[in-house]
């Protein structure tokens, strides 16, 4: 059986600068004396992030069912062109409401990266170089046919992110029933 390296391909991104929500406060670190030392440095949490309703309540569901106290979450969003000044300055917007989020609901930290190109692919990208903990990501909401004939990105991740496991949140439909 002969093995098959891919090609790493270079990519192009643009860190996001998020505002400061946590005080910094000098020679004054919290104890944590019954913590784990895993607890204690927290972990990398990757959740992929853009502006539909299904990616919104994938970030919820990491804050509420993984996020811990210590743990930074890393918000990926895949554009066309980081050097198109009004999709960054919206993309970054949507970072900043929700690291204040992130704060608020989990008090975890949060950092954030807009990348550039195929979203599988800068996903996976930014998941081999932090080694998070877990990689999250909602469903685009497609239909079977429709997936199929475009492609899925939390599919592509699935199959194809090797640097951790891959979490995919069905959207908040899926979990509803009609009531008659």
Same mark, same amino acid.
């Given at each position: ?17 998020? =505002? &400061?929500? #946590? =005080? ?17 440095? !927290? &972990? ?7 502006? !539909? =309703? ?45 690291? #204040? ?7 975890? &930290? ?12 800068? #996903? ?20 079977? #046919? ?23 949140? =069905? ?10």
């Amino acid at each position: 059986m002969e093995t098959v390296e891919e090609d790493v391909e270079e990519y192009s991104w643009r860190e996001v600068v998020l =505002p &400061r929500l #946590i =005080p910094v406060v000098q020679d004054a670190a919290p104890e944590l004396e019954r913590e784990t030392g895993e607890r204690r440095r !927290g &972990r990398d949490l990757l959740v992929a992030v853009d502006f !539909g =309703p299904n990616s919104k309540h994938a970030f919820d569901w990491a804050l509420v069912h993984l996020a811990r106290m210590a743990d930074t979450v890393h918000l990926v969003h895949a554009v066309s062109s980081v050097h198109n000044d009004l999709v960054y300055d919206k993309s970054q917007e949507l970072m900043e409401d929700l690291a #204040i989020e992130a704060f608020k609901v989990s008090l975890v &930290r949060t950092k954030a990266r807009i990348v550039e190109g195929n979203a599988g692919k800068a #996903i996976c990208l930014e998941a081999e170089r932090l080694k998070p903990a877990a990689v999250i990501l909602g469903t685009r909401g497609r239909g079977l #046919i429709q997936s199929v004939l475009q492609g899925s990105v939390s599919e592509y991740c699935f199959h194809n992110c090797k640097a951790a496991p891959v979490i995919i949140v =069905p959207g908040k439909e899926a979990g509803e029933q009609s009531v008659l």
